[in-house]
């Protein structure tokens, strides 16, 4: 029965999720361990995007089935079950920059391998990056960008990051549309993915390490 | 006699198309008068270097040079993004400036800006343009949200032209509300009951929105007075216009980009697979349509299709056979067949699919090439159709006019062999050093001439 839930929602088969979740509610069986069902399962999805077997369609619809899940699931949830993480990430599009799509794939990425994700969204001032990074004490920050004026913006972020005395205490990597190894020179950062799975390997290399 | 188009081989209309392109006229609708000779000379020569890489039938006199940039010939002349949305004067400037700055064997007019009054008036949400929820000196940006339902693939299916005037429209234009109150004009048939189709257009809130239009209208009429001076005066220095205004899109983009959204269309290509597919056939000869349309009007035989969701990553090789290509082509092989150059570009890295978009005809394509890997691109697409850009934004941005050079060599190098490449920008970029744009044109024009 478990074992259906994890491979119908990793195989993105909707109706077949819903009528399992439905039937296992019913059977008042306990709501967390559905959940868990649903974490591995999106933790095959992510395996299945890395290795190239799925794409965005693939993992915009993943996400979309786990909501209708956790939406079935919620009510019946007496405390909100805490999942094991791995680390906290910072992450967001810097200032001026509204583009959403790359950044939600490494968010929903780095969410599905266990990482604590701390998303400020797009157009996001240095500032805030800084006072996310302290008040959460995340080691890790993630700046997305697609416009060729992200390459400011995101030297800027760095520069304020120096300006608070925290570039010792993370490790930042930066990515999008037209980013390069010469753009991650010119901002400072410390390393740059060309794509979500560089992302994550970034993110475990660096986590590892604290 | 002269043939008559009806009657001319697809052939024919591109060999017709590139010869009124060689025969400009002003916005008056006579023959353009060239500033000397010598402009005239420059203009036929870049028209037919254009043309012999385009069509593969003879190696150009040297590789052609463009240079095409979002925003930055408006931050190159000084002036920031706002300035040139609203000030059409300046606009024209900037883009001016940037043909005699570095002389590329194309322009592209100054339509890219466009009238930012007019997207006021008619309280435009699609975009948020500089001034208007960016700030002035940063470029406009694409607001993208589920414009259309995901229950409304039917009424699209059934009378497009009426879902965009009584659905879309006022959905992305806060002041074209009153159409959704719009008659169906199909139903204006008998005079029995005919009146009752025009009593919508006494309504305040119909009328309030035409007044708007007419606002909207005049301030776009200014604009286009402006840019259609400033495009006679840069054709009659000698330098052509590569796009002129005409414009088409893959229907997968149609509906991803601008109707359903990325997470909406995405969601269809599992949940309503078949109504995505009809809504993309149906859309398919709207966009030959508009693509030929604006050819024909402007005599020229380019028409731009930015691509945007079919590049790798955004589906598998299988999802872009089944859901991409096939209406792409389609609307790829209408333009040709009344021969139009579809220009289309591959935003983004395209690599696995290559092999599938090869099934075109000869010369008869133009594409843009940003990240994908240039020497793959040639040994496929690039055995039918003409290529230009690859030069990437981040090298024009923070790299030195040698390491732009050395780039430019080896694009030129590995795709200039046997015609069939032009040396560009890869991406619509806002910021670069101006003396690496200096480099990229002046080093193509003496390293890519043909010996």
């Given amino acids: 029965m478990a074992k259906d839930l994890v491979n119908a929602l990793a195989d993105l088969k909707e109706q077949e999720v819903i009528k399992i979740v439905a ?6 069986e306990d709501p967390l361990r559905i959940l868990e069902d649903a974490r591995k399962a ?18 915009v619809y993943s996400g979309e089935i ?9 009510p019946k949830l007496s405390k909100a079950g805490e999942i094991k993480r791995v680390g906290k990430v910072v992450f967001g599009t810097v200032a001026g920059d509204i583009h959403d799509i790359g950044k939600d794939i490494v968010v929903f990425m780095l969410d599905v391998n266990g990482f604590e994700v701390y998303d400020l969204g797009v157009d996001v001032p240095a500032q805030k990056f800084v006072e996310k990074i302290k008040e959460t004490g995340a080691p890790i920050v993630g700046l997305s960008g697609f416009l060729t004026l992200a390459f400011d913006s995101m030297k800027q972020t760095m520069d304020a990051i120096k300006a608070a005395g925290l570039r010792d205490k993370v490790k930042v990597m930066i990515g999008g549309g037209q980013i390069t190894e010469e753009v991650r020179k010119y901002t400072g950062a410390d390393a740059y ?6 992302g994550v390997t970034l993110a475990k290399k660096w986590g590892a390490v604290k | 006699m002269e043939k008559k188009w009806e009657d ?8 017709e198309l590139f010869a009124r392109w060689m025969s400009p006229k002003d916005p008056q609708g006579n023959d353009l008068k060239f500033q000397s000779p010598q402009a005239e000379k420059a203009y036929k020569e870049r028209i037919t270097r254009i043309k012999d890489a385009i069509q593969m039938k003879k190696l150009p006199d040297r590789v052609p040079v463009f240079v095409i940039p979002s925003f930055f010939p408006v931050y190159n002349a000084g002036f920031t993004p706002r300035e040139a949305m609203y000030d059409y004067d300046k606009c024209c400037m900037a883009f001016k400036k940037l043909v005699m700055d570095f002389a590329p064997d194309a322009q592209i007019g100054a339509v890219a800006p466009g009238p930012g009054k007019a997207y006021d008036i008619l309280d435009y949400k699609l975009y948020s343009w500089p001034g208007h929820g960016v700030r002035p000196e940063q470029s406009y940006q694409a607001n993208e949200g589920e414009y259309m339902k995901a229950g409304e693939y039917d009424a699209l299916i059934a009378d497009p032209s009426n879902f965009f005037s009584n659905t879309y429209l006022p959905r992305v234009f806060g002041k074209l509300e009153g159409f959704k109150m719009l008659p169906t004009l199909t139903g204006i048939l008998e005079i029995y009951g005919v009146a009752f189709n025009f009593i919508p257009f006494g309504l305040p809130p119909v009328q309030a929105t035409y007044k708007a239009l007419f606002e909207a209208g005049a301030e776009a009429l200014k604009w286009a007075g402006a840019i259609g001076a400033f495009n006679a005066e840069i054709n009659a220095a000698g330098f052509p216009g590569l796009w002129a205004g005409g414009y ?9 980009d601008t109707l359903r959204g990325t997470r909406g269309i995405m969601l269809d290509m599992y949940r309503q697979p078949d109504k995505l597919i009809e809504a993309m056939e149906r859309l398919t000869p709207i966009m030959i349509k508009m693509g030929v349309g604006a050819a024909k009007m402007s005599g020229q035989p380019l028409v731009f299709m930015p691509l945007h969701k079919g590049a790798d990553g955004f589906m598998s090789d299988e999802q872009f056979k089944k859901f991409y290509w096939p209406t792409l082509r389609k609307v790829m092989m209408g333009l040709i067949g009344e021969g139009v150059v579809p220009n289309p570009a591959a935003e983004g890295k395209w690599a696995t699919r290559l092999e599938v978009m090869q099934d075109l005809p000869k010369g008869k394509t133009l594409w843009m090439i940003d990240q994908s890997d240039i020497a793959k691109v040639k040994k496929t697409v690039g055995k039918v159709a003409c290529m230009y850009g690859n030069i990437p934004s981040a ?26 490449y032009i040396v560009s920008n890869g991406a619509f970029f806002d910021h670069a050093k101006a003396e690496n744009i200096k480099a990229m044109v002046d080093f193509a024009k003496e390293y890519g001439v043909y010996k």
Wanted: net charge negative.
């Fill in chain 2, 248 to 256: 088409s899109k893959a229907p997968f983009d149609v509906i991803g």
């Fill in chain 1, 66 to 74: 786990l909501r209708a899940v956790t939406e079935m699931v919620r």
């Fill in chain 2, 8 to 15: 001319m081989m697809p052939e024919e209309k591109q060999e």
């Fill in chain 2, 395 to 420: 090298l024009l941005t923070l790299g030195t006019p040698q390491e732009v050079k050395d780039y430019v060599k080896k694009c030129i190098d590995v795709a200039g062999k046997g015609g069939g």
């Fill in chain 1, 193 to 198: 993915g060309k794509d979500a799975m560089d």
């Fill in chain 1, 42 to 59: 999106m933790e095959m999805v992510g395996q299945r995007f890395a290795s190239s077997e799925y794409f965005i369609p693939d993992l």
């Fill in chain 1, 23 to 28: 039937n296992r509610l019913s059977a008042k």
